[in-house]
């Protein structure tokens, strides 16, 4: 028993001096002799969720809470891994378990907000954070978490008030320097924004660019995120081959044949699909950091109406799926990607997509991907079957008179093609489509639509149909 006990408390030391791999080693090994030791479990799952290793981290956790269902601080930090892997509605009850045991648990208290704002519960959220930063005053996370959640409410100053608190404790802290970059960005301060948002991660050891001239070397332009955050920077790529030097575009297979024809526009650019290892080159951007490599402000976005285009044949052949029937065609996104951390907020239920489908001489057309596609709306064909990659949805989108969709990457290529588009905006958008705006900057085709309070989805598709009615 006393060999187990060093044991554990070894691992605690290790944990402690930041000696992960160290401790892990030590907690699996105090396990394997004694597989239900509460605190071995507890500590290897605060250990995981460290380290990022969110759905590692969970199933110790739970075995530790059935061991000791009347520990508060498991409860809590189990909220904390519900949160990070995007399930708010469990974290919120992990959190109410563990404050019914500790009322004064910080770490609950905080978990308990950041989950209340995951689900647009913004006042409850701020009053949980509020309460904590009370019993904890100065601490960073708590100060990160309530200026988020007064970011998203527009109390822009109070925000940058806790974000500054938070970067005095922790100066070098990306998320807090991501979370005030979002608040500058959406309020339209964009070069201020650009500079925090240099905080996100990098890949390669070369040196990054900063619009300088090129002078013949090799520029790699790397997609680091999402196919929509894509598809709206590769704007730049022909802008950047104009440095005088050589452009690598380097982008998700799905993308290659969309962003093929940049070529054209710009000689010494290539557009190649994202493999195991990069293209040899002399220095790289994230496409994410043109901009501030162009210094754009609102005033200087690139905007062309269209600077991507569907390829001929590919539109003729997925024009004969199309009905020629004379109706006003509309495409139709109503959710995205359910791992997004943002997706319950920019989705619709397909329930409440009623006052859309019978619409006298509009024709619905489903646009959706992913598992919503399960359960189309009523009457509503599904244009997807058989798509291959984003040329192809191009082309169908060609054959379109309208998109209405959520945010997400539909929104961009058909910004991109300039297809008329409505899309659809929580209250608390993300930074590009800035606040109070019916427009882009970015998408001269796009019209914007937006809830007035949080969660108000029927009011939105509400006034949806009745511009549809009027075009009709």
């Known amino acids: 028993m006393a060999t187990l006990l060093d044991a554990l408390d070894a691992a605690v030391n290790h944990h402690m001096s930041g000696r992960l791999i160290e401790a892990a080693a030590l907690y699996r090994l105090v396990l394997s002799v004694e597989p239900a030791q509460p605190d071995a479990l507890h500590l290897l799952g605060v250990l995981e969720a460290q380290r990022g290793a969110f759905e590692a981290a969970a199933p110790p956790l739970r075995r530790s809470l059935r061991l000791r269902p009347d520990a508060a601080q498991p409860w809590a930090h189990q ?17 109410m378990l563990s404050l019914a045991l500790d009322p004064a648990l910080g770490d609950a208290l905080d978990h308990l ?11 409850p959220a701020r009053a949980w954070l509020a309460r904590a930063a009370r019993l904890r005053p100065g601490h960073p996370d708590t100060l990160l978490n309530l200026g988020t959640v007064l970011r998203d409410q527009r109390r822009f100053a109070e925000a ?12 070098n802290h990306a998320e807090t320097h991501l979370a005030r970059a ?27 660019w900063a619009g300088e001239p090129l002078e013949g070397r090799t520029i790699l332009l790397h997609a680091e995120q999402g196919f929509g955050d894509t598809i709206q920077f590769a704007r730049y790529a022909p802008l950047v081959a104009r440095a005088g030097g050589r452009v690598v575009l380097e982008v998700h297979p799905l993308l290659v044949r969309l962003l093929k024809p940049l070529e054209a526009a710009a000689p010494g650019l290539r557009v190649v699909e994202q493999g195991p290892t990069p293209t040899p080159h002399d220095l790289h951007c994230p496409l994410m950091s043109l901009p501030r490599a162009f210094g754009t402000d609102l005033a200087s976005v690139p905007a062309a109406r269209a600077y991507l ?4 044949e590919e539109a003729a052949r997925q024009g004969r799926h199309l009905p020629a029937d004379g109706a006003f065609r509309v495409g139709l996104v109503w959710a995205g990607n359910p791992k997004h951390r943002n997706d319950r907020n920019r989705s619709i239920a397909v329930e409440r997509l009623g006052p859309l489908l019978s619409i006298p001489g509009v024709r619905l057309f489903s646009l959706q991907t992913g598992d919503a596609r399960d359960r189309l709306p009523p009457g509503v064909p599904d ?8 040329a192809d949805t191009a082309a169908i989108l060609t054959h379109l008179h309208l998109v209405i969709a959520v945010d997400t990457a539909i929104v961009h290529l058909a910004g991109a093609l300039g297809v008329p588009t409505w899309l659809l905006l929580p209250y608390a958008p993300d930074w590009r489509w800035l606040l109070d705006r019916v427009d882009s900057p970015w998408y001269p085709s796009l019209r914007l639509f937006r809830q007035a309070n949080p969660g108000d989805w029927d009011t939105v598709v509400a006034t949806v149909a009745d511009g549809l009615r009027n075009l009709s």
């Open 79 to 95: 909220a904390g891994v519900l949160r990070a892997l995007a399930r708010p509605e469990e974290a919120v009850a992990a959190a």
């Open 113 to 123: 907000g950041a989950a209340r704002h995951a689900l647009a519960a913004y006042d």
């Open 160 to 171: 940058e008030d806790c974000f500054d608190a938070a970067l005095a404790l922790r100066p």
């Open 383 to 390: 244009l997807i079957e058989g798509v291959r990659d984003f």
């Open 182 to 208: 979002v608040g500058r960005l959406v309020q339209g301060d964009l070069r201020a924004g650009w500079e925090g948002f240099e905080w996100r991660w990098r890949r390669f050891p070369t040196p990054p």
């Open 309 to 312: 285009s569907a390829d001929p």
